[in-house]
């Protein structure tokens, strides 16, 4: 899908742009060639599949600011295209131990089995005695009126608690978004609220309904190194199962049931189990310098020039099998070529027409580091940005694009929590599209791509049609319907498999709609009159920044 210019400047009229202000003969324009051959090259086996940490990661970052100067970007204020990232890796070792103490007697728990834990602390030795505290769903959310702490002292005391949030009652369907998942439901608030609290650790209780995954999930990802922003996490964090909860519980003569409905009130206070734990952590820590890449297209207006636009898509992906032998290393390589080959490739190609095509305020293109291992570049961008975030109008984020063709719609999904969703409504009538229907977010998928940190540092942002994940039907091609979006679904098996990989007969006129679509929308952000606003009650809105 191509704008006509006398749409696009009909469509700058509409939203207030001065036309002598943009005297440019031609709009900013997605090609294809340029979005295929960038892509091709970060999936290629070359990149081995672009890791944290690894060789085929640091060819990736060269690649990008190599094609950010090309394109022409203006390089950040300490010079160069990079923003350094510390991160530490944290992989616990044989020898580590943790068992359970109630009334003089011992309750043991097998790793991996009953539970899995690690260490954020960055210590390789953690040696804990420390006390239960069941603390519900462990969320302090003011603007819900909600408190699972009571201000009772935390310090020291190894926390219990639930996943997801406050469930909605007859009497409150809506309270935590009613049968959605807000932040307060994900772990990592937990972990976060638990370092908050000065607790010696966190053990969440695994369900499959609270979590929206099976045992196998945690348990694989404690099995493994384990990757967040380098300075000071919880000395240990960790899940246990659903029956060992039970156990403890009990040991303890508490009843498991019956305190998780009282967890559902607010009247709930924390509740001393009467168990203590004894662990020792014996870990393997790693510092990894990383890298987020970025440029500055600069704002042409002399006053909203002072405030930007951003559009990111994180450059890594989940790497290469060091460990695979050397002849067979080519198919232990997890290419992301849709996930994220394809957004990063995509800016790239936003970025070169941007510059060609100043918007009245400055535009920044973010391509954040280690997406993959918690969102961690793109916390490390928010907690250092470049731009004053009170002076950041929106991030667009580009996460997993459309390789299947042209669609009569456009997801954007999480845009409704902020006037995006009203410009982003325009933007799409201008090109002939419709929204996709929204659906409500039941796993929580706005809390896991890059855009999420920025929203939870207050700036309006979501992530732009992410197709391959709401395949199942919410979309429309242009073309063979039935046949296009089975093979949208069948991505799924492929999602974060070594089988994410370039095909050259992919129809990427879906993916050049979702980018032009992207940068359509930046710019009518980027030329607005004023900046986004969350809609009212968004408790991202309620964050200073
Ligand atoms: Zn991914």
Redesign the pocket.
């Known amino acids: 899908m191509r704008l006509t210019r006398i749409a696009l400047a009909a469509s700058l009229a509409l939203m207030g742009v001065h036309a002598q202000a943009q005297p440019q003969s031609q709009q900013p324009t997605i090609t294809e060639t340029p979005l295929r051959a960038h892509l091709s090259f970060l999936a290629d086996d070359l990149l081995e599949g672009r890791g944290t940490g690894q060789r085929g990661g640091d060819l990736a970052v060269r690649y990008l600011e190599t094609q950010a100067a090309v394109a022409g970007l203006k390089q950040l204020p300490g010079g160069g295209y990079r923003q350094s990232v510390k991160i530490e890796g944290s992989k616990l070792l044989a020898g580590s131990s943790v068992h359970f103490t109630a009334n003089g007697k011992t309750i043991a728990a097998e790793t991996g089995k009953d539970i899995v834990f690690g260490t954020a602390s960055g210590k390789t030795e953690v040696k804990l005695d420390a006390p239960l505290v069941f603390v519900g769903y462990g969320v302090r959310a003011p603007e819900e009126r909600w408190d699972d702490y009571k201000g009772i002292d935390m310090k020291g005391k190894i926390l219990v608690m639930m996943v997801n949030d406050p469930q909605p009652t007859a009497e409150e369907p809506n309270r935590f978004d009613g049968a959605a998942y807000t932040y307060y439901g994900r772990w990592l608030y937990k972990y976060e609220e638990a370092v908050r609290q000065g607790a010696a650790g966190v053990l969440l209780i695994h369900t499959v309904p609270s979590s929206s995954y099976p045992w196998s999930v945690p348990a694989n990802g404690f099995s493994h190194e384990r990757f967040h922003l380098a300075g000071g996490g919880n000395p240990m964090e960790g899940w246990i199962t659903e029956d060992m909860a039970r156990t403890l519980f009990a040991a303890g003569g508490q009843d498991l049931d019956q305190l998780r409905a009282r967890a559902e009130t607010r009247e709930f206070r924390p509740v001393e189990l009467g168990v203590s734990a004894q662990a020792e952590l014996h870990s393997a820590i790693r510092q990894i310098d990383q890298y987020n890449v970025a440029g500055i297209v600069p704002g042409s207006d002399p006053q909203l020039k002072e405030q930007a636009v951003i559009y990111s898509a994180?450059w890594d992906?989940?790497g290469i099998d060091e460990d695979a032998p050397a002849n067979d290393k080519a198919r232990h390589i997890w290419n992301?070529a849709i996930?994220?080959a394809s957004g990063a490739a995509a800016l790239l190609v936003m970025a070169a027409e941007a510059v060609k095509h100043p918007a009245r305020r400055t535009q920044i293109f973010l391509w954040p580091a280690a997406?993959?291992q918690g969102l961690i570049g793109s916390q490390g961008y928010t907690q250092h940005p470049i731009w004053p975030l009170a002076k950041t109008a929106a991030d667009l984020n580009l996460?997993?694009m459309n390789f299947v063709g042209v669609t009569k719609d456009i997801g954007v999904a999480g845009a409704e929590r902020s006037s995006l969703y009203a410009t982003a409504g325009q933007v799409a009538a201008k090109m002939g599209l419709k929204l996709a229907p929204s659906i409500p977010d039941l796993s929580g998928a706005y809390f896991r791509a890059d855009h999420f940190n920025f929203a939870r540092a207050g700036v309006p942002a979501f992530n732009v049609g992410s197709a391959v994940f709401s395949g199942d039907g919410h979309f429309e091609f242009e073309h063979d319907q039935d046949a296009s979006l089975a093979k949208l679904v069948a991505f799924k098996k492929d999602?974060?498999q070594v089988t994410d990989k370039y095909h050259p007969e992919w129809d990427l006129s879906g993916m050049v709609q979702q980018a032009q679509f992207t940068l359509n929308l930046g710019y009518a952000v980027a030329n607005a009159r004023d900046m986004p606003t969350w809609r009212k009650g968004e408790a991202f809105g309620l964050i200073k920044r």
């Open positions: 994180h992906h989940l992301g996930d994220n997406e993959e996460d997993s999602y974060h």
